[in-house]
Each structure stands twice: as structure tokens, then as C-alpha cells.
């Protein structure tokens, strides 16, 4: 009777850049404890043992600390706005497209490991894991140097962006005001397309407004999809206004 082969699973895809301490200088914050952030960096889908759960745990901690931090910058640069204004500000900053960006700046996506599904099929670039372990890895900086060292990280790579002399206006909220204001219904929102992968989905969304022409767009999510139709379709209405 012959012998059944064993079946060897593909090795994690490390980043083009694998050593942390390429990583670490741009955090600006030499680890201590090396295994935090070698943990941030792994990304769930390379492996079912309990290492795994680290990069989830990592950015369960992250998403609070940035939560945290955040809101104590704002309420210093902005001692005077209303709590709604801050909260559209605070939304803005610590949704996922941020974190992608700032995960951009800082090479982040060269150093995630990943399983070699995930990286065939474009996790590198994927706004939502990008988001994630950005999370982590500000978890592994507040675990290894405190809350003074995660701080410190957002506020050098958050600043620019808290600078923003007016609120963010939720696209979504501004066209329901831009319908109210005028006496019309509010604006409907219908999901024409889904597509992509289970990791890298794309909806597509349209708006419309009754007595104007719709708008649609696509996005990562239902919710991002929505928000970049109700920004077209704004832009149409003022584009409109501006030709009459």
C-alpha cells in the first residue's frame, strides 16, 4: 500500500521590504520587544495558529488607541467647536480610508505578511487590510513604549490632516440637507453591481434625486460606494447651479 504524500501548504508571501527594522525607522521607535511587531505585521490569513489572533488583537487595542489620541487632539486644536463638529472631524480622520493613506506614507503594505492567496489576489493594496494593520501596528507601539509613543506617531502623521480649517461634511448628510432644504424627498440609494472577491469586493451605487439626473459610483464597501455617489451627485447639482 503506497504511501499518501504529504500536502504542504504555500509559505507566507513576506513583504518586498520583511526586515521590521526597515519598519521601525519610519515608526521612529526601536521595539524592545521585536515579536510586537513582527505579530502587527502578520496578517491573519498566513497562518490558523494562535499567532494569528495577535494581528486581530493588535488592532482591536490600535483602533482604540488611535480613537483616543485623536480625540485629544481635537479637542486642543479646536477648544471652542461643538461636539458635532468635532465628531464629523473625529470620523473623517479615523475611518479606514485615513489609515490606508497613512499606511501608504509609510510603506507599510511592503512589510505585511501575507498568505500567498491574499497576495495574488491584491491584499498588499487592499484599503481594508492596509487600515488593519495600521491599527495593529499602533497597538504594538503603545504595548512596547506606551501611550507617549503611540501619541506620537499620530500626531506626526495625523497633524496635516487635523489642520482642516472647516469640518468634513458627510457627503451623504449634506445632499439629505441639499433635498430638505429644497422641499423634495430624500435621496434614494440603490446598489446596481457587486463584484470582486471575498477580500477586495466592489459595489456599485446610485443616488438620485427626484427631478435630477442620478449618480453613481463604486467603492470597497455599500457605505463608501454611497458616500462617493452623494459626492458626485453633489457635484452635478452645483455644477448645475453654476451654469444657470
Known amino acids: 500500500m503506497m504511501a499518501r504524500a504529504a500536502v504542504r501548504e504555500a509559505p507566507p ?72 463638529h468635532l ?59 506606551g501611550l507617549e509613543v503611540a501619541a506620537r506617531f499620530i500626531q506626526d502623521h495625523w497633524d496635516t490632516r487635523l489642520a482642516e480649517r472647516q469640518p468634513p461634511r458627510d457627503p451623504k448628510t449634506a445632499l439629505q440637507e441639499w433635498a430638505q432644504g429644497r422641499g423634495l424627498p430624500l435621496p434614494r440609494y440603490e446598489t446596481l453591481a457587486t463584484a470582486g472577491p471575498d477580500h477586495a469586493p466592489a459595489f456599485t451605487v446610485s443616488v438620485a434625486i427626484e427631478g435630477h439626473p442620478a449618480a453613481s459610483a463604486v467603492g470597497a464597501s455599500k457605505r463608501a460606494a454611497e458616500r462617493a455617489a452623494a459626492e458626485a451627485l453633489l457635484d452635478a447639482l452645483t455644477e448645475t447651479k453654476e451654469r444657470r
Do not use: K, W
Not at 487590510?129 to 501596528?137: K, R, S, W
Open 13 to 84: 508571501a513576506d513583504g518586498p521590504e520583511s526586515d521590521p527594522e526597515l519598519l521601525a525607522d519610519r515608526l521612529g521607535h526601536r521595539f524592545r520587544d521585536r515579536r510586537l511587531l513582527r505579530d502587527a505585521l502578520r496578517h491573519p490569513s498566513v497562518t490558523a495558529t494562535p499567532q494569528a489572533t495577535a494581528y486581530e488583537r493588535l488592532e482591536f487595542l490600535g483602533d482604540r488607541v488611535l480613537g483616543l489620541v485623536v480625540a485629544d487632539l481635537l479637542m486642543r486644536r479646536f477648544p471652542t467647536e461643538p461636539e458635532g
Open 87 to 145: 465628531a464629523r472631524r473625529f470620523a473623517a480622520h479615523v475611518r479606514r480610508e485615513a489609515l490606508a493613506e497613512v499606511a501608504q506614507s509609510i510603506g507599510l503594505d511592503r512589510h505585511i505578511m501575507l498568505s500567498r492567496g491574499e497576495e495574488v489576489g491584491g491584499g498588499r493594496s487592499n484599503a481594508g487590510t492596509l487600515a488593519d494593520c495600521m491599527e495593529a501596528v499602533i497597538g504594538a507601539l503603545y504595548l512596547d513604549g
